[in-house]
């Protein structure tokens, strides 16, 4: 019998530096069995000796607890229907440095005389000398930041991770990372350097170009340790002996871009070559190590590259080059000219009519006009050249969201082979496939996928332009399909423990995290006002919810309980102890039901609904109460399922409680005695149907009402931000299928293949966002319109994860065949091993493959009606097609 396969450690493939003392393991079992009924771990000099257990997920262990750079060889094997295994190839976890007073090594700050105007300041260059009196067998280096850094050893750059040490709330965790030097380091003086820029840290943050938001002043912390030949151990930290200057880089900020002066920079600054540029001590800070830990998620890095389709002139000289499709990242420029050559390279997701590179989508459409100077769109570099050869410039210390590059400058005419767009973004596992007969569908579900790559650059961002901000909405709306799509269990772990430590006492949650302002947004003069809304804060319940669906991750549920808990109490009490001023002035006394109806405080609602949208003041204005009640029942009810996970029976009990109140304030708020429901559109009864607010008896009627509306306007879309990911699957599963596929075909305005058919190689965040003249309006890279694709994989393949079998222990298969449709197929990488669904139109019957992996079990459901349940292996299935299918 073959050995259990894939050994991870927590969420990571590769576990070094790690600081959880007590890591869960998982495994795959082999491909040869069926079902495991015990384990055997072997971990160092410890054995957990035979344990009956069918667990092979995120498996706690009775391991001694990690020391600090501790490092532990661990093999497992497995006892299962085709009897015991053998044991596993090795594999291997290092813990970083534990504890705070594991450190030895001093945050060092670069010498500034002054301190330029955020997003105009240079990067700094940090050097010590390591002297080594014999060869390294082995040495780690962990490194850390207030600011971003690059890391070099004897003019070798370190590692491949971008962006590091990442976007965290600053003010409660800082990201360490650990590399493996040794093979850089020789006997005598070795030289360590880095360059460090603002970063997030203290560079412009935001909507509203926040700065200095974590900090004045940027610092390094590094502490290496190393094993020479003869055995003997040493540790090499940053400290008063080391000194700084600043280079070629003379501006670096994450929005605004980079300037180099490739003159400037020191020849062999890193590499021990002298130069002669004064370099000045720098400042040891106490800034301490309480907030040290490592990521949970795997690193940004470059994930691939592209050549433009072609270059051209634009009526104004600029030579404009189009990458094909909507990346984020920057350009590698290998084409620089002689020296003093100056040139500027601005970045686009668009061209103007005329065929200039435009910037100013990336600025709100309602922006006042006198906030254009102060919100900047940013997205330029520039470089003057050295004239040396083989010189190319990389502005890695700022990423952009483009398509189009135009460069400017005195430059003979450049080909493909000059630019490189470089794609950055978190290096996220694929772990989910969709593809079907209809190549429009492949097509959204292409830009759907680099949307969401495009925005997940160590957080889940907005957009990679305007803002880059983790809005919590959004991330509660794409997680389903994220999870899907990608291995996104560690990223949206660490981004939740952010989201736990920003939350206000009150339980409210930031709209965005992190949330570079912390506590004074609230009194932020446009922030401020706007925080706590229904839909957005429930992210504090939703997420933590689908990552346990989709991963089964209890011990995340257990982590975030109190996060979860603040947010719904909060609602709680705004809907008991408060009442809406209009509510109030035409019923002076409340109703008995509104101790449930949520009726106060600020609420984004249906955002981006098709037609008038209202108006800020007026926004803040408006009665929410069907959307924050519909939340609250939603909220409250998960919570209550979260408890029975986690063994809380009596809070299981009372959330859910809460959870009927809410539903019931609800009905009797917004369900005349006619069964209508107001205000009737299609997202409240979208809403009513997914979140279940309504009776089993009046379900049809609002499913019928609902078609009604779709095709009211022309069987287009017309709900807004929260709704729109639950649209087609309410449809569908009530019994409009042919209708669901109707709104997914559609190609007029409002839909996704209006998009489509004018270019989009992203999703936009209007559904209109490029205009009759060819003018481009707001981001077009925002993915939350792109959790469409869901319904691709749970209803047109039709692959769905179970609530009953967290991490597709147990799924269901239950494909939706429509709109002429001939064949389909998906695949999922679970945590038990590859999923894969395919059915194909065979004339007058339907054909599909099912293979399920080992510990795992499959629900079929059949589009005639009939039903299975089948364990590990593969099974064929075979319907009739309907008449009209046919």
Same mark, same amino acid.
């Given at each position: ?402 398509? /189009? ?335 669901? /596929? ?145």
């Amino acid at each position: 019998m073959s050995a259990p396969t894939r050994l991870r450690v927590e969420f990571l493939d590769d576990a070094h530096g790690i600081t959880e003392p007590r890591p869960r393991l998982s495994w795959l079992l082999p491909s040869d069995c069926r079902v495991q009924h015990a384990y055997q771990l072997r971990m160092g000099e410890w054995d957990s000796g035979k344990v009956e257990s069918g667990e092979s997920v995120l498996v706690a262990t009775g391991a001694p607890p990690l020391r600090s750079r501790e490092r532990r060889a661990w093999q497992v094997r497995v006892w299962t229907d085709a009897g015991r295994s053998d044991w596993s190839a090795p594999s291997w976890l290092e813990a970083g440095l534990l504890e705070p007073e594991d450190w030895q090594a001093a945050w060092i700050q670069p010498a500034e005389e002054t301190v330029a105007a955020a997003g105009e300041r240079p990067a700094h260059l940090l050097r010590g000398i390591l002297t080594l009196p014999g060869a390294v067998t082995t040495a780690r280096a962990h490194v850390t930041a207030e600011g971003i850094y690059e890391l070099f050893v004897n003019g070798v750059r370190i590692g491949d991770d971008e962006l590091t040490p990442g976007f965290t709330d600053y003010r409660s965790t800082l990201q360490v990372q650990t590399y493996d030097v040794g093979s850089l380091l020789r006997p005598g003086a070795n030289t360590v350097g880095a360059v460090l820029s603002d970063g997030w840290f203290r560079g412009v943050n935001g909507m509203f170009r926040d700065a200095d938001c974590f900090g004045t002043r940027t610092a390094l912390l590094l502490q290496m340790h190393l094993t020479l030949h003869d055995g003997t151990e040493d540790v090499f930290c940053t400290d008063a002996t080391w000194t700084s200057t600043t280079g070629g880089i003379t501006r670096a900020d994450l929005l605004g871009g980079v300037t180099a002066d490739l003159r400037a920079e020191p020849v062999g600054w890193t590499s021990g070559v002298s130069d002669a540029r004064t370099w000045t001590p720098v400042t040891v800070a106490d800034t301490g190590y309480d907030r040290l830990a490592a990521s949970p998620a795997p690193p940004v890095r470059r994930t691939g590259y592209r050549r433009p389709l072609s270059v051209s002139r634009s009526p104004s000289g600029a030579q404009v080059a189009d990458f094909g499709e909507n990346v984020v990242g920057w350009v590698r420029l290998s084409e620089l000219g002689p020296r003093g050559t100056r040139l500027t390279l601005i970045h686009g997701e668009a061209l103007t009519p005329d065929g200039e590179v435009t910037r100013r989508n990336l600025l709100p459409d309602h922006m006042p006009p006198d906030w254009e100077e102060k919100l900047n769109p940013g997205q330029v570099d520039v470089v003057v050249s050295a004239g040396r050869t083989g010189e190319v410039f990389e502005p890695r210390h700022a990423t952009k969201g483009f398509r /189009y590059v135009a460069v400017e400058g005195d430059l003979r005419d450049l080909t493909p082979d000059d630019l490189t767009a470089v794609v950055v973004h978190t290096d996220l596992r694929p772990t989910g496939t969709f593809r079907c007969a209809d190549e429009r569908l492949n097509r959204l579900h292409e830009i759907a996928v680099r949307s969401f790559l495009g925005n997940a650059v160590d957080i889940p961002t907005d957009c990679p332009t305007r803002e880059r901000s983790g809005w919590t909405g959004d991330w509660a709306l794409f997680v389903p399909t994220a999870a899907f799509l990608f291995d996104v269990a560690g990223f949206s772990r660490k981004w939740l423990r952010d989201l736990a430590t920003q939350q206000f006492e009150d339980g409210v949650v930031p709209n965005f995290v992190p949330d570079q302002l912390g506590p004074a947004t609230r009194d932020h003069p446009l922030i401020g006002e706007n925080l706590g809304s229904a839909g957005w804060g429930d992210a504090a319940v939703i997420v933590p919810w689908e990552i346990f669906r989709a991963y089964g991750d209890r011990e995340l549920l257990e982590r975030q309980w109190p996060s979860m808990v603040a947010w719904v109490e909060r609602a709680i009490r705004m809907a008991r102890e408060g009442r809406h001023p209009h509510r109030a002035a035409n019923l002076p006394e409340p109703a008995p039901h509104e101790e449930y109806l949520w009726d106060t405080g600020f609420h984004f609602g249906e955002w981006l609904e098709p037609g008038d949208q209202p108006g800020w003041e007026e926004l803040r204005t408006l009665d929410q109460s069907a959307v924050a009640t519909a939340y609250l029942r939603h909220s409250s009810c998960l919570l209550s399922r979260i408890a029975v996970v986690l063994g809380r029976e009596a809070e299981a009990e009372r959330y859910r409680e809460i959870s009927e109140h809410a539903r019931l304030a609800w009905q009797t708020e917004f369900v005349d005695e006619t069964g209508r429901v107001q205000p009737e559109t299609q997202a409240t009864l979208v809403r009513a149907l997914a979140f279940d607010l309504v009776d089993a008896d009046l379900r049809p009627s609002l499913a019928h009402r609902l078609a009604e509306l779709v095709r009211a306007v022309g069987t287009r879309v017309g709900t807004g931000f929260l709704a729109t990911p639950h649209l087609l699957p309410v449809l569908a599963e009530t019994g409009y299928a042919d209708l669901a /596929y109707e709104l997914l075909l559609q190609n007029t305005p409002p839909s996704w293949m209006h998009m489509l058919d004018n270019g989009a190689t992203t999703v936009w965040e209007l559904w209109e966002a490029i205009d009759a003249d060819g003018v481009a309006h707001e981001s077009l890279n925002h993915y939350s319109k792109g959790a469409v694709i869901s319904f691709l994989h749970r209803f047109v393949a039709g692959l769905r994860v179970l609530d009953e079998g967290p991490g597709y222990r147990r799924f269901r298969v239950q494909p939706c065949p429509g709109s002429g449709l001939t064949w389909a197929e998906a695949g999922h990488d679970s945590p038990y091993g590859r999923i894969e669904v395919a059915w194909r139109n065979h004339g007058e019957t339907t054909r599909m493959r099912v293979v399920v992996p080992p510990g795992t079990q499959a629900e079929v459901r059949l589009p005639d009606g009939r039903r299975a349940d089948i364990g590990p292996g593969t099974a064929l299935f075979e319907w009739t097609n309907r008449q009209d299918e046919a």
